[in-house]
């Protein structure tokens, strides 16, 4: 008597219903959010080299770095003034070899943008958006982010898509994977057959090319996930940190007490500026906002970005705009890098991970065609599924006809 074939049969078993189960996730939840994650893969193939876009369109905003100190927050709101009295200033934000870009106004409600030369504050140029208008960029943004539909119906449709999307990838794993490691399956699972029929190399698309994205794609997909999915943000920083809970972000606030009895709103904007630089003398771009002065409990907030197009890095800060004391803010952002345990440093490095900056050049390239790649498979999977669909059909077809050939005898 044989017994050992019993446990292998099972195995068999076992194996095939967890390939069938995978075979019906795979398909149903990627004709659900096809189309979604088309959009989303394609806008963030665009996405990932804005920077590089921007500055072969327009290379009158490329600015070599010179030896010399940037221009003050102050001057850059008295540049503002002299074009655009009625306008308040919003952001600015710079990166070394770029000209600084200059908020002004209320965002979607109708901004205006100036680019101005970091040393001389020369304006380079000026972009002035109606209501409702907003550039390129912002317009392939809004898509990724939301279909560019309204944030609170676009947004969770994009964010549990790419949860949808990485269960995909699993199953997608499940489905490639060998039965056997013999030569044929090697090469069928690693090499795309190009000399084949058009089904055959479209299956070979969707096959070799999902698995050598497999990595990248979850990557993004499980970093872009942090800024959509509550549960799931909270949840990562649990687990990587150690079982430490993500603190709730609270934006600083000054004191309005103080109001008008230590410092302007110029001053202490130029003296928070003093400061942070004095910390980070090497700091290569930076991001801050103005207090806005008609409301008392605005802070002036500062970000430094220690190397040119990397975030991960950045130390932020928050001063009273009243008496200029430095304001507690979020700790896992407003530690260094190096300060910060695992999960911060994770959180810190989400948004390098996500667009391949954190391996400079080559992970934009990878997240790119990683991006581009994600973009095709629900285009390849969908013709795949309709091949076997239409081959069923005809099947079908054929057993009936022959059915109906044969003569019935009572």
């Known amino acids: 008597m044989n017994l050992s074939r019993k446990p292998t049969v099972k195995k068999k078993q076992s194996r095939s219903l967890f390939y069938r189960i995978s075979a019906w996730l795979h398909l149903w939840l990627g004709l659900i959010t096809g189309i979604v994650m088309i959009i989303v893969c394609v806008t963030g193939c ?10 072969l369109l327009e290379p009158e905003t490329v600015i070599a770095h010179q030896d010399k100190p940037v221009i003050t927050p102050t001057r850059v709101k008295e540049i503002a003034a002299q074009r655009y009295p009625k306008l308040k200033p919003g952001y600015v934000t710079y990166q070394q070899g770029n000209a600084i870009y200059l908020s002004l106004g209320e965002g979607r409600k109708g901004n205006t943008i100036l680019r101005l030369n970091p040393y001389s504050g020369e304006v380079i140029s000026v972009k002035e958006h109606k209501k409702g208008e907003t550039d390129f960029f912002r317009f392939i943004l809004n898509g990724h982010r939301f279909l560019w539909m309204s944030a609170d119906v676009g947004r969770p449709i994009v964010n549990y898509s790419t949860l949808i999307f990485v ?6 794993m499940v489905l490639w994977w060998p039965q056997k490691w013999t030569k044929k399956s090697r090469e069928q699972s690693f090499k795309i057959k190009w000399d084949a029929s058009f089904k055959r190399v479209n299956y070979d698309l969707h096959n070799v090319l999902g698995f050598y994205s497999l990595i990248v794609l979850t990557a993004i997909a499980l970093t872009g996930m942090v800024y959509g999915i509550k549960w799931y943000s909270n949840g990562l920083y649990w687990v990587t940190s150690g079982g430490q809970t993500l603190a709730e972000f609270k934006r600083p606030q000054s004191d309005s007490t103080q109001l008008g009895k230590m410092y302007t709103a110029d001053e202490a904007m130029d003296l928070a500026w003093g400061k942070v630089l004095s910390k980070h003398p090497e700091a290569e ?8 002065t008609s409301k008392p409990k605005a802070a002036i907030s500062i970000t430094i970005y220690p190397t040119a197009g990397k975030f991960y890095n950045n130390r932020s800060y928050a ?13 896992v952002y407003d530690m260094s890098f190096a300060e910060a345990d695992f999960g911060g440093k994770l959180r810190k490095a989400n948004y390098d991970i996500h667009v391949g900056s954190i391996l400079g ?8 065609f990683g991006s581009l790649i994600g973009a095709s498979l629900p285009i390849t999977g969908f013709l795949v599924w309709y091949g076997k669909k239409k081959k069923s059909k005809k099947g079908t077809a054929a057993r009936k006809s022959t059915v109906a050939a044969v003569p019935q005898t009572v």
Do not use: C, M
């Not at 665009?46 to 500055?55: K, L, N, Q």
């Not at 001063?319 to 700790?331: E, R, S, V």
């Open 46 to 55: 665009i996405w990932v080299f804005h920077d590089e876009i921007t500055r």
């Open 167 to 172: 269960i995909i990838l699993i199953s997608g």
């Open 285 to 292: 771009g930076f991001y801050y906002t103005f207090a806005d």
């Open 319 to 331: 001063f009273d705009q009243h008496t200029l004391a430095q304001l507690p803010g979020n700790k």
């Open 361 to 368: 050049l080559p992970g934009k390239i990878l997240a790119f």
